[in-house]
T-cell receptor
Framework: DGGITQSPKYLFRKEGQNVTLSCEQN?????MYWYRQDPGQGLRLIYY???????QKGDIAEGYSVSREKKESFPLTVTSAQKNPTAFYLC???????????FGSGTRLTVV | QKEVEQDPGPLSVPEGAIVSLNCTYS??????FMWYRQYSRKGPELLMY????GNKEDGRFTAQVDKSSKYISLFIRDSQPSDSATYLC????????????FGTGTRLTVIP
């Protein structure tokens, strides 16, 4: 089955630690996205990538980094510079010809 | 002013009721309109999409777009407990556009 796989489902981070969230898709979609979801704030765009080896900052990129070395993969690193990282992180992908996203099942990150 | 406004609810209805979910938007250039359904601790899934103004029906769901009022609606007939979820509206300028603009989501509970 085609889809987007995010891992892990739950992640705990200590203060000052970097963590990486995985996102893999087998839909052959060109574009991939990372969103953060907080209660009452909806989805906020962190980073997006339209092609391999290229990515753009979204609305809240500070404290995050990404890479796009393969079409199928778009990992997100939450760095220690992100002061409030506790949130639900969603990865999505889109085919160039379409306008809707396909979302992964999300990763819940908690700072301990 | 946010690009897309959506009443966060929560909204509770008895089973069998007709549910009306709504969003307003400020950018008259939006052409494609979507509704996503998100179950708790899951990623959003595309429920319905429409292009420009008009209605679209799919089973118990009807999506309505009024571009003159910058107002979109999702109606759910004969609501079921399995419809309990958060519903997010989303919109974009064109098929090749990079970003979707999301509402904050309305949390719906259908009581048996």
């Amino acid at each position: 089955d085609g889809g987007i796989t995010q891992s892990p489902k739950y992640l705990f981070r200590k203060e000052g630690q970097n963590v990486t969230l995985s996102c893999e898709q087998n839909l052959n979609h060109d574009a991939m996205y990372w969103y953060r979801q907080d209660p009452g704030q909806g989805l906020r765009l962190i980073y997006y990538s339209q092609i391999v080896n290229d990515f753009q900052k979204g609305d809240i990129a500070e404290g995050y980094s990404v890479s796009r070395e393969k079409k199928e993969s778009f990992p997100l690193t939450v760095t220690s510079a992100q002061k409030n990282p506790t949130a639900f992180y969603l990865c999505a992908s889109k085919d160039r010809a379409n306008y809707g996203y396909t979302f992964g099942s999300g990763t819940r990150l908690t700072v301990v | 002013q946010k690009e897309v406004e959506q009443d966060p609810g929560p909204l509770s209805v008895p089973e069998g009721a007709i549910v009306s979910l709504n969003c307003t938007y400020s950018n008259s250039a939006f052409q494609y309109f979507m509704w996503y359904r998100q179950y708790s601790r899951k990623g959003p899934e595309l429920l319905m999409y429409t292009y420009s103004s008009g209605n679209k029906e799919d089973g118990r769901f009807t999506a309505q777009v009024d571009k003159s009022s910058k107002y979109i609606s999702l109606f759910i007939r004969d609501s079921q407990p399995s419809d309990s979820a958060t519903y997010l509206c989303a919109m974009t300028l064109r098929t090749g556009a990079n970003n979707l603009f999301f509402g904050t989501g309305t949390r719906l509970t259908v009581i048996p």
